[in-house]
């Protein structure tokens, strides 16, 4: 069941990525020899006036051949005979419907569960944030000149920038007048236990268990849901990290309590040091609140630049050397991490597992629309490229010769591809 849901997103997505090339295709009177869905030889196939219509055995990938596309033709309806404004618009519009199909699924997600304001949360005693006047209730809007919508804004800027001594500028709105300050930050002491949940209003669920950290030393596992925290009764995820924001945690032990199989168990567990790191004194929203419709509009749009700027700033960590082989999956990974969604939220009800399985879609449509508008051969990006030379030269470049360049890049991404699932496959064995 799980490849076959893996299967169907992955379908959906580039059924609709071929078909922006396909109807822009068909706007601009270009010929298309065959639409289909899947790699490899036919399944099944039709025949509707020019065009047959095919699904293929291998379910990753999918095309829209067009006459004329990767040679020259001499036919009105051919790729080469139309102008390079429309060549442009056929090429750019699978990325722009990979983006038009996530803002749809956003719809979806934001007006059912809302969004997450980045607002502050707490505030710690005797740090920065205190001492600038930073308070509870505040709502960030950029950070050292980096735009923040969403709280996740605020966990990307951590992520993607190192916190140092310098001052950070925080730019934030109180009772509607916008403020600016600046924070210094100070050096903690990191301790974790070594878990992930869900920080929502469901029961605190674990995740994620650390390898080697203190919570698997002591005998939780995935599935276990903390219910009190050093005599603190938690009933939901939202009260697991509000503790935690008010509790930072140190080398003090810590008394768990977590419910297993309805049988309920306390341990005792030391944190582990992890490291020393700057921090500016303030949490900030993990949950999210409904917003109006057209609060629902703004917030989706939002919700697929979010998705966008990730994966760009994902891939500016890859190429500094910043992100290990083993955080990259690839189609074998994917599906893993969709069945474990699958698995997880099915017991929650056919509207849990929709928004869980749109939520990964939307990350896969907005991810696959950005790789595929990079400038590397084969791909959209890289066929963009001739298409702006050419407006730049009044000519275009020698068909022979850029189908040479993109057959080369094709190949580099079939090796590419061989190592990201032979990655993906050895962690299954891990």
């Not at 618009?89 to 007006?111: K, Q």
């Not at 707490?122 to 950029?142: N, R």
């Not at 007048?177 to 974790?192: D, F, H, S």
């Not at 005792?268 to 949490?283: A, C, M, V």
């Amino acid at each position: 069941m799980n490849i076959l849901v893996a299967i169907i997103i992955f379908s959906v997505i580039i059924i609709i990525h071929e078909l922006g090339h396909f109807l822009l295709a068909k706007k601009n009177g270009i010929g298309v020899n065959e639409f289909s869905i899947g790699l490899g030889p036919r399944i099944a196939s039709f025949k509707k006036g020019e065009t047959r219509y095919s699904i293929k055995l291998l379910p990753f990938g999918g095309s829209c051949m067009m006459v004329g596309e990767d040679e020259l033709v001499d036919a009105d309806n051919a790729f080469n005979k139309k102008s390079v404004w429309a060549r442009i618009s056929v090429i750019a519009a699978g990325p722009i419907f990979n983006f038009i199909l996530a803002f749809v699924l956003a719809l979806f997600i934001i007006g059912n569960i809302g969004y997450d304001p980045a607002a502050v949360t707490k505030i710690d005693k005797g740090m920065s944030a205190e001492e600038a006047g930073l308070m509870v209730g505040d709502v960030i809007t950029e950070m050292n000149g980096s735009n923040i919508d969403i709280s996740r804004d605020i966990a990307n800027f951590f992520q993607f920038n190192t916190i140092t001594q310098a001052p950070v500028t925080i730019e934030y709105l109180r009772n509607g007048k916008l403020n600016t300050v600046k924070l210094n930050p100070v050096k903690t002491k990191t301790y974790q236990m070594g878990f992930y949940y869900d920080p929502s209003e469901k029961a605190a669920e674990i995740t994620v268990i650390g390898e080697g950290m203190p919570l698997e030393a002591a005998g939780l596992k995935v599935g276990d849901i903390i219910t009190n925290i050093n005599g603190q009764k938690i009933s939901t995820g939202t009260e697991l990290n509000q503790y935690f924001q008010s509790n930072p945690l140190g080398e003090e032990t810590v008394l768990l309590t977590y419910e297993r199989d309805g049988m309920s168990d306390t341990v005792n567990i030391t944190p582990k040091f992890i490291e020393e790191s700057y921090k500016l004194g303030f949490g900030y929203n993990m949950g999210r609140v409904k917003t109006s419709p057209l609060g629902v509009l703004k917030y989706s749009a939002i919700e697929v630049k979010y998705w966008i700027v990730t994966t760009i700033k994902s891939l500016e960590q890859m190429v500094m050397g910043r992100v290990s082989k083993d955080d990259i999956a690839g189609p074998v990974g994917i599906v893993n991490i969709i069945g474990e969604t699958y698995e997880q939220s099915k017991q929650e009800g056919i509207l849990t597992v929709f928004l869980s399985l749109s939520y990964i879609s939307i990350l896969l449509s907005a991810n696959l629309g950005v790789m595929n508008l990079l400038p590397i051969p084969a791909l959209d990006g890289g066929r963009l490229v001739f298409l702006i030379l050419e407006v730049f030269r009044g000519k275009p470049i020698d068909q022979e010769k850029e189908g040479l360049v993109h057959m080369i890049g094709l190949i580099a991404l079939m090796i590419l591809m061989v190592f990201i699932m032979f990655n993906d496959i050895s962690r299954l064995f891990q």
